[in-house]
């Protein structure tokens, strides 16, 4: 490795384990290298001996994990010849989208659904000058139609369907790995199409297996894209563990969910495009699927903010929120290591953060009395 300082993405940084060429122009941002933050107060709160960490991925360049798959799925449609891309969204993979685009000098169509998207999100794709085309109907409307669309028309699709996404997120389980010495006992993410706990699936086995070999021996995950097949396990994988919010939670249902509701916009998904993979996730790791109320997902964020000074969006809290209920009924046990994963900025989303802040805006006058009244009454 000759000595960089300048950290420049993550397809530099994981290049021989992506499918890249050695020409081939990469789009980046800068993307991946997110910090892992190991809970200090949180386990103290709530009494158990267990090692939390948080992958904070609201830190990437567009403010969610949806960078890491999108530097490689724009790389690869600019690679291809491609002039635009598109997106079905619930927000983040739009504002993805919009960025590397723009950055490539492309065009990216994005579909949203009316009303259903956190303001910093709509804010990002409008900015980076993306077409924003809303419809009346939610997530998984618009993932369908573009899948009709792009069979008509010259586009790209960017979702995490397209498989070069899958390859980016997995750098992910990478980082974990390097950062720890060894992979987390449990694995904790948010899930919506379940195309992120499938690409982190998919990052630990390559990265424990012999030779950086991919473990599964006919792998359905990688779709042909992983530089490796075969080769024996070594190191330790994670127990992968998804959850979902309880209004939109197809996989504790066991079925679709046509009508899914929550405060957790990102995840509001009832037909999950990585469905089949997601179940072989959780078979293979020896993981789980549970589910977590509005409540609980908001308690959670608020915990991590007020208490760790971390402040992710309300999808993103879904992960610590399922975690802290198994680690309180003993379901992951004490002495556990654990990694929540954090998929989006708080700062997305700032409607729902001042609706559910509890401390009330203390209005004085600009007068050192009043404003000293205020601090001694607060303290
Ligand atoms: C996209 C997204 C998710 C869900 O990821 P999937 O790969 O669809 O399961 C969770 N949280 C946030 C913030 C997201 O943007």
């Known amino acids: 490795m000759p000595f960089r300082t300048r950290y420049t993405g993550l397809i530099d940084r994981y290049r021989d384990r992506l499918p890249v060429h050695d020409d081939t122009r990469i789009i980046s941002l800068g993307e991946g290298n997110t910090p892992l933050i190991r809970l200090n107060n949180i386990p103290r709160i709530v009494g158990k001996e267990v090692d939390i960490y948080v992958k904070y991925e609201g830190l990437n360049p567009t403010g969610s994990f949806k ?42 169509f994005v579909l949203i659904p009316d009303g259903k998207i956190a303001m910093g999100k709509l804010a990002q794709a409008m900015m980076h000058g993306s077409v924003v085309i809303q419809i009346k109907g939610n997530f998984d409307d618009g993932m369908r139609l573009v899948k009709e669309v792009a069979d008509q028309a010259p586009v790209t699709i960017v979702n995490s369907i397209n498989p070069y996404r899958l390859q980016g997120q997995k750098t992910a389980a990478f980082e974990i790995v390097e950062e720890l010495g060894r992979a987390p006992d449990y694995h904790c993410l948010p899930v919506g199409n379940a195309g992120n706990i499938t690409a982190h699936w998919i990052g630990y086995c390559e990265y424990s297996s012999a030779s950086g070999d991919h473990v599964t021996e006919a792998c359905t995950f990688c779709k042909g894209h992983c530089k490796y097949a075969g080769g024996a396990v070594v190191g330790n994988r994670p127990k992968m563990i998804g959850y979902q919010a309880a209004g939109s939670a197809p996989f504790m249902r066991g079925a679709m969910v046509d009508d899914p509701e ?9 037909h999950p495009q990585s469905w089949d993979s997601a179940w072989k996730v959780k ?32 999808a993103s809290a879904t992960s ?19 990694v929540c994963t954090l998929t989006g900025h708080g700062l997305k989303d700032p409607d729902t953060a001042i609706a559910q802040s509890t401390r009330p805006l203390v209005n004085v006058e600009a007068k050192l009395d009043q404003v000293k009244r205020a601090i001694l009454d607060n303290m």
Request: charge should be negative; aromatic fraction near 4%.
């Open 262 to 270: 929550t405060v957790a916009t990102a995840i509001r998904i009832g």
């Open 67 to 108: 960078d890491r798959g999108m530097t490689m799925a724009v790389t690869k449609a600019v690679e291809e010849g491609s002039k635009a891309i598109i997106c079905a969204s619930t927000g983040n993979t739009s504002a993805a989208a919009a960025a590397y685009a723009a950055r490539a000098g492309i065009t990216a």
């Open 320 to 338: 610590l929120a399922g975690a802290l209920r198994d680690i309180q009924t003993g379901k992951i046990p004490e002495g556990s290591s654990i």
């Open 283 to 314: 078979e293979e790791s020896g993981g789980w699927f549970d589910e977590c109320t509005d409540a609980e997902i908001l308690a959670a964020q608020k915990l991590l903010a007020e208490k760790e000074g971390v402040f992710c969006e309300p």
